[in-house]
Antibody
Framework: EVQLMESGGGLVQPGGSLRLSCAAS????????MSWVRQAPGMGLEWVAN????????NYVDSAKGRFTISRDNAKNSLYLQMNSLRAEDTAVYYC??????????????????WGKGTTVTVSS | EIVMTQSPATLSVSPGERVTLTCRAS??????LAWYQQKPGQAPRLLIY???TRATGFPARFSGSGSGTEFILTINSLQSEDFAVYYC???????????FGQGTKLEIK
Protein backbone atom coordinates (compact mmCIF):
# COMPACT_ATOMS: atom_id res chain seq x y z
CA GLU A 1 0.00 0.00 0.00
CA VAL A 2 1.31 3.43 -0.91
CA GLN A 3 1.71 5.45 2.28
CA LEU A 4 3.19 8.61 3.70
CA MET A 5 3.45 9.19 7.43
CA GLU A 6 4.52 12.46 8.98
CA SER A 7 6.02 12.92 12.43
CA GLY A 8 7.88 15.50 14.46
CA GLY A 9 5.17 18.06 15.07
CA GLY A 10 4.60 19.66 18.44
CA LEU A 11 4.49 22.84 20.48
CA VAL A 12 7.40 25.21 20.03
CA GLN A 13 8.05 28.76 21.17
CA PRO A 14 8.34 31.63 18.68
CA GLY A 15 11.87 31.73 17.33
CA GLY A 16 12.34 28.03 17.94
CA SER A 17 13.07 25.16 15.59
CA LEU A 18 11.43 21.92 14.64
CA ARG A 19 12.25 19.12 12.21
CA LEU A 20 9.43 17.29 10.51
CA SER A 21 9.87 13.86 8.97
CA CYS A 22 7.84 11.94 6.44
CA ALA A 23 8.28 8.19 5.99
CA ALA A 24 7.31 6.80 2.61
CA SER A 25 6.39 3.22 1.82
CA UNK A 26 4.80 1.17 -0.94
CA UNK A 27 6.42 3.00 -3.84
CA UNK A 28 9.86 3.89 -5.23
CA UNK A 29 10.46 7.03 -3.20
CA UNK A 30 13.55 8.06 -5.15
CA UNK A 31 11.51 8.37 -8.36
CA UNK A 32 9.29 11.21 -7.22
CA UNK A 33 9.38 14.89 -6.47
CA MET A 34 8.01 15.44 -2.97
CA SER A 35 6.26 18.40 -1.36
CA TRP A 36 5.28 19.81 1.99
CA VAL A 37 1.87 21.49 2.21
CA ARG A 38 0.44 23.15 5.30
CA GLN A 39 -2.99 24.16 6.54
CA ALA A 40 -3.45 26.73 9.27
CA PRO A 41 -6.42 26.17 11.62
CA GLY A 42 -9.68 26.78 9.78
CA MET A 43 -7.85 27.91 6.65
CA GLY A 44 -7.04 26.59 3.20
CA LEU A 45 -4.06 24.72 1.80
CA GLU A 46 -0.68 26.38 1.28
CA TRP A 47 2.19 24.73 -0.55
CA VAL A 48 5.44 25.19 1.40
CA ALA A 49 8.30 23.52 -0.48
CA ASN A 50 9.26 20.75 -2.83
CA UNK A 51 12.36 18.77 -3.73
CA UNK A 52 13.51 16.91 -6.79
CA UNK A 53 14.12 13.17 -6.84
CA UNK A 54 17.87 13.44 -6.18
CA UNK A 55 17.63 16.51 -3.94
CA UNK A 56 19.40 18.71 -6.48
CA UNK A 57 16.52 21.17 -6.84
CA UNK A 58 14.43 22.71 -4.10
CA ASN A 59 11.71 25.34 -4.25
CA TYR A 60 10.02 27.29 -1.46
CA VAL A 61 7.09 29.60 -0.90
CA ASP A 62 8.33 33.10 -0.17
CA SER A 63 7.37 32.95 3.52
CA ALA A 64 9.57 29.88 4.01
CA LYS A 65 12.69 31.07 2.18
CA GLY A 66 15.65 31.47 4.49
CA ARG A 67 13.87 29.79 7.42
CA PHE A 68 12.82 26.34 6.20
CA THR A 69 14.96 23.68 4.53
CA ILE A 70 13.54 20.70 2.70
CA SER A 71 15.70 17.60 2.32
CA ARG A 72 15.40 13.90 1.66
CA ASP A 73 17.21 10.64 2.28
CA ASN A 74 16.35 8.20 -0.48
CA ALA A 75 18.16 5.35 1.30
CA LYS A 76 15.74 5.79 4.20
CA ASN A 77 12.70 6.63 2.06
CA SER A 78 12.30 9.79 4.07
CA LEU A 79 11.48 13.44 3.50
CA TYR A 80 12.30 16.19 5.98
CA LEU A 81 11.43 19.80 6.71
CA GLN A 82 13.76 21.71 9.00
CA MET A 83 11.92 24.76 10.30
CA ASN A 84 13.85 27.53 12.04
CA SER A 85 12.88 30.96 13.36
CA LEU A 86 9.32 29.78 13.75
CA ARG A 87 6.51 32.31 13.96
CA ALA A 88 2.94 32.11 15.21
CA GLU A 89 1.75 32.18 11.61
CA ASP A 90 3.59 28.89 10.95
CA THR A 91 1.05 27.14 13.19
CA ALA A 92 -0.59 24.54 10.96
CA VAL A 93 -1.03 20.92 10.07
CA TYR A 94 1.88 19.98 7.81
CA TYR A 95 1.31 17.37 5.14
CA CYS A 96 3.86 15.65 2.98
CA UNK A 97 2.68 14.76 -0.50
CA UNK A 98 3.95 12.86 -3.51
CA UNK A 99 4.02 14.78 -6.76
CA UNK A 100 2.92 13.30 -10.02
CA UNK A 101 2.38 14.64 -13.48
CA UNK A 102 0.42 13.85 -16.60
CA UNK A 103 1.32 14.93 -20.09
CA UNK A 104 -0.74 15.82 -23.09
CA UNK A 105 1.11 16.71 -26.27
CA UNK A 106 3.91 18.95 -24.97
CA UNK A 107 2.03 20.09 -21.88
CA UNK A 108 2.75 18.77 -18.41
CA UNK A 109 0.23 18.95 -15.59
CA UNK A 110 1.49 18.59 -12.04
CA UNK A 111 -0.47 17.56 -8.99
CA UNK A 112 -0.14 15.69 -5.67
CA UNK A 113 -1.56 12.21 -5.76
CA UNK A 114 -0.61 10.77 -2.36
CA TRP A 115 -0.85 12.60 0.96
CA GLY A 116 0.07 11.76 4.51
CA LYS A 117 -2.30 12.30 7.42
CA GLY A 118 -0.36 15.32 8.62
CA THR A 119 1.48 16.44 11.74
CA THR A 120 0.49 19.46 13.81
CA VAL A 121 2.89 22.29 14.52
CA THR A 122 1.90 24.88 17.11
CA VAL A 123 4.04 27.96 17.60
CA SER A 124 3.12 29.69 20.83
CA SER A 125 4.65 31.02 24.00
CA GLU B 1 1.93 35.58 -10.05
CA ILE B 2 -1.10 33.50 -10.92
CA VAL B 3 -3.99 33.74 -8.47
CA MET B 4 -6.63 31.02 -8.23
CA THR B 5 -10.10 32.15 -7.16
CA GLN B 6 -12.88 29.74 -6.23
CA SER B 7 -16.56 30.50 -6.03
CA PRO B 8 -18.72 30.33 -4.12
CA ALA B 9 -16.99 30.09 -0.75
CA THR B 10 -19.85 28.02 0.63
CA LEU B 11 -22.61 26.16 -1.15
CA SER B 12 -25.64 24.77 0.67
CA VAL B 13 -27.25 21.95 -1.25
CA SER B 14 -29.50 18.97 -0.69
CA PRO B 15 -28.54 15.35 -1.33
CA GLY B 16 -29.46 14.28 -4.83
CA GLU B 17 -28.87 17.72 -6.34
CA ARG B 18 -26.33 18.61 -9.02
CA VAL B 19 -23.73 21.23 -8.16
CA THR B 20 -21.09 23.16 -10.04
CA LEU B 21 -18.05 24.68 -8.37
CA THR B 22 -15.95 27.26 -10.18
CA CYS B 23 -12.23 27.97 -10.15
CA ARG B 24 -10.80 30.90 -12.08
CA ALA B 25 -7.15 31.61 -12.85
CA SER B 26 -5.86 35.17 -13.15
CA UNK B 27 -4.22 34.22 -16.44
CA UNK B 28 -4.39 31.29 -18.81
CA UNK B 29 -3.08 28.03 -17.38
CA UNK B 30 -4.10 25.67 -20.19
CA UNK B 31 -5.43 22.52 -18.47
CA UNK B 32 -2.85 22.61 -15.67
CA LEU B 33 -5.42 22.30 -12.91
CA ALA B 34 -6.24 19.77 -10.23
CA TRP B 35 -9.11 19.43 -7.77
CA TYR B 36 -8.92 17.97 -4.27
CA GLN B 37 -11.56 16.89 -1.80
CA GLN B 38 -10.96 17.37 1.92
CA LYS B 39 -13.24 16.08 4.65
CA PRO B 40 -13.01 17.34 8.26
CA GLY B 41 -9.97 16.00 10.08
CA GLN B 42 -8.63 14.30 6.97
CA ALA B 43 -5.89 14.98 4.46
CA PRO B 44 -6.82 16.29 1.03
CA ARG B 45 -7.47 13.66 -1.61
CA LEU B 46 -6.74 14.08 -5.30
CA LEU B 47 -10.01 14.18 -7.23
CA ILE B 48 -9.29 15.54 -10.72
CA TYR B 49 -6.06 16.27 -12.60
CA UNK B 50 -5.34 17.74 -15.99
CA UNK B 51 -8.60 19.67 -15.52
CA UNK B 52 -10.79 16.70 -16.48
CA THR B 53 -9.22 13.33 -15.59
CA ARG B 54 -10.82 11.70 -12.60
CA ALA B 55 -8.46 10.17 -10.04
CA THR B 56 -8.69 6.56 -8.93
CA GLY B 57 -11.46 5.81 -6.49
CA PHE B 58 -13.89 8.58 -7.37
CA PRO B 59 -17.17 7.71 -9.05
CA ALA B 60 -18.35 9.03 -12.38
CA ARG B 61 -20.70 11.54 -10.78
CA PHE B 62 -17.62 13.73 -10.36
CA SER B 63 -16.42 15.51 -13.49
CA GLY B 64 -14.07 18.35 -14.30
CA SER B 65 -14.06 20.66 -17.28
CA GLY B 66 -12.55 23.88 -18.57
CA SER B 67 -9.27 25.23 -19.82
CA GLY B 68 -7.53 28.56 -19.94
CA THR B 69 -8.88 30.62 -17.07
CA GLU B 70 -12.19 29.03 -16.07
CA PHE B 71 -12.68 25.56 -14.66
CA ILE B 72 -15.73 23.73 -13.39
CA LEU B 73 -16.11 20.82 -11.00
CA THR B 74 -19.50 19.18 -11.40
CA ILE B 75 -20.98 16.70 -8.96
CA ASN B 76 -24.15 14.97 -10.10
CA SER B 77 -26.65 13.53 -7.65
CA LEU B 78 -24.87 14.57 -4.47
CA GLN B 79 -24.36 11.84 -1.90
CA SER B 80 -23.88 12.38 1.83
CA GLU B 81 -20.20 11.48 1.56
CA ASP B 82 -19.61 14.30 -0.95
CA PHE B 83 -20.10 17.07 1.60
CA ALA B 84 -16.59 18.39 2.04
CA VAL B 85 -14.30 21.24 1.05
CA TYR B 86 -13.03 21.28 -2.52
CA TYR B 87 -9.81 22.98 -3.57
CA CYS B 88 -8.44 23.73 -7.00
CA UNK B 89 -4.68 23.79 -7.56
CA UNK B 90 -2.34 25.01 -10.26
CA UNK B 91 1.36 24.38 -10.70
CA UNK B 92 3.36 27.29 -12.08
CA UNK B 93 6.56 26.38 -13.90
CA UNK B 94 8.28 29.68 -13.17
CA UNK B 95 8.71 30.62 -10.48
CA UNK B 96 8.05 27.00 -9.54
CA UNK B 97 5.24 26.83 -7.05
CA UNK B 98 1.90 25.26 -6.41
CA UNK B 99 -1.04 27.59 -5.84
CA PHE B 100 -4.34 26.54 -4.29
CA GLY B 101 -7.67 28.25 -4.48
CA GLN B 102 -9.21 29.25 -1.15
CA GLY B 103 -11.69 26.36 -1.29
CA THR B 104 -15.44 25.85 -1.62
CA LYS B 105 -17.27 24.26 1.28
CA LEU B 106 -20.16 22.06 0.26
CA GLU B 107 -22.63 21.81 3.13
CA ILE B 108 -25.94 20.07 3.61
CA LYS B 109 -28.97 22.28 3.18
Amino acid sequence: EVQLMESGGGLVQPGGSLRLSCAASGFTFSSYWMSWVRQAPGMGLEWVANIKQDGSEKNYVDSAKGRFTISRDNAKNSLYLQMNSLRAEDTAVYYCAREEYSSFWSNYYYYMDVWGKGTTVTVSS
Amino acid sequence: EIVMTQSPATLSVSPGERVTLTCRASQSISSNLAWYQQKPGQAPRLLIYGASTRATGFPARFSGSGSGTEFILTINSLQSEDFAVYYCQHYNNWPPKYTFGQGTKLEIK
